[in-house]
Structures are given as C-alpha cells and as structure tokens.
C-alpha cells in the first residue's frame, strides 16, 4: 500500500513506537500514514473517535511532512505500560547504542519520505507498536494480514511459516505478532481480525511451547485463547 509509507492520498499521520531499551524505554516513533476515509468507513466507532482526539491519543493539526511533534519522544518504563515482552515492540541488543536519543534523530530523518505535501490530523499513539498499527492498517486497506512467529518457537522452525504467510499476502505486507493484533482486534472489536489472530496462535503451538504459552501472561488475560 503506497500511502502507508509515502503519505500519497492521504490525510492523517500516525507516529508509533517502535524500539525498547535495556532499562523499559520505549522510543524511536516512526509515521505511518493513511486515509482518514478509509479508517472511519472499516471501524467506524473507533476510528472516529481516535481522529477527533479519544483514547489518549496526541492529535495535532499540521504539514504532514514536518518531524515527530512535541518533545516527548521517549517514553519511561512508568509511561509505557502495554508492551509485553512477547510485543511487537523491537528489545535493543546488548550492543545497542546507549543514547537513544541520537538513534531516534537518525530512524526520523530516515522514514520520514521526502517532498510529503499537504497538511492533516498527526496522532502519536503510546500504546500499540508500529509493526502491529501499520499491520493494522494494511489490513484495513486490503484485507490482508502476515503474522510473525511466536517467540516461544525454537529458532530452527524459523521461516517456514513466514514464507508461507509472505506467499499468500504479497512481498510487502508488513508482519506483526498475532498476540500484538489480537489484543489490539480485541480493543478495536474487529471480530474477524481477532479470530484470524487466535487461528495464528493456536497453529503455532507444539510440545515445545505449550506450556510457556499457558503460563504467559497473555494466556492469562484472555480466556478464549
């Protein structure tokens, strides 16, 4: 989808974040954008409500080319409550720069595309990682979704069921984790999303991650997985 990563034919921009840090830091926001049509016309309830400045998000009016609005663009291990350690969300290596101020200026410049026109609604969502939100609305836009694998799997099943989702969806949908886009189905009420979230997880389950998956705590929040 085009507009998700050059703001063609669009109306509204949305920063999420992206990055975790040793110490539960979440940084480095990255823009993601859309067409405040199409967001109203598949969820409406909720979507309208985001767009006019519920649900906490950070809604400002401006160029949709300018940078990350506003200076809070890091949020503490207090602020950013909701990232599981199983999120989408990336955990930075042992090898990470520790400023993460100047690896944020550095991600900006980067995805921010060049020449962008125009003006619109920009959101900073604190909640939901970019790859779960721009997965989000990819499906929105074509009615396709590309799900990571589970964390718990041991590394050498690695592959084989993203080059089968990959296959299906297109070289260039964005991948999420399914506990990510089921919690966040969950919170939209985007019914077959959630389900399509919940035949993921269940496919992915062996001897080898049963019981770590019974005992995490997102088994625990949701009684239907």
Do not use: H
Not at 20 to 28: S, V
Not at 192 to 204: M, V
Request: aromatic share 10%; proline share 4%; glycine share 8%.
């Amino acid at each position: 989808m085009l507009s998700l990563d050059t703001g063609a034919f669009i109306d509204t921009k949305f920063y999420t974040f992206s990055r975790r840090t040793k110490d539960g830091n979440i940084y480095a926001p990255r823009p993601i954008f859309a067409s405040s049509w199409v967001l109203e016309q598949t969820v409406p309830q909720y979507m309208k409500n985001l767009l006019s400045g519920d649900y906490g998000g950070n809604l400002t009016e401006g160029p949709l080319g300018a940078s990350f609005p506003g200076e809070q663009d890091i949020l503490n291990a207090v602020d950013s409550t909701g990232y599981d350690s199983d999120s989408d969300i990336e955990d930075d290596d042992d090898t990470a720069e520790s400023d993460c101020g100047s690896k944020l200026i550095k991600r900006e410049v980067q995805d921010e595309p060049a020449g962008q026109q125009g003006t619109g609604k920009i959101i900073v969502l604190r909640n939901f990682a970019y790859p779960t939100w721009k997965s989000l609305i990819y499906y929105l836009y074509s009615g396709k979704i590309t799900f990571a694998r589970l964390r718990s799997l041991n590394s050498q099943n690695a592959g084989s069921e993203d080059a089968g989702a990959q296959a299906s969806t297109g070289p260039r949908a964005p991948t999420c984790s399914p506990k990510s886009m089921y919690k966040l189905a969950d919170e939209l009420d985007i019914k077959g999303l959630k389900e399509l979230a919940k035949k993921n997880i269940e496919s992915q389950l062996s001897a080898e991650n049963i019981l770590t998956e019974l005992m995490s705590s997102f088994t625990s929040r949701y009684d239907e997985i």
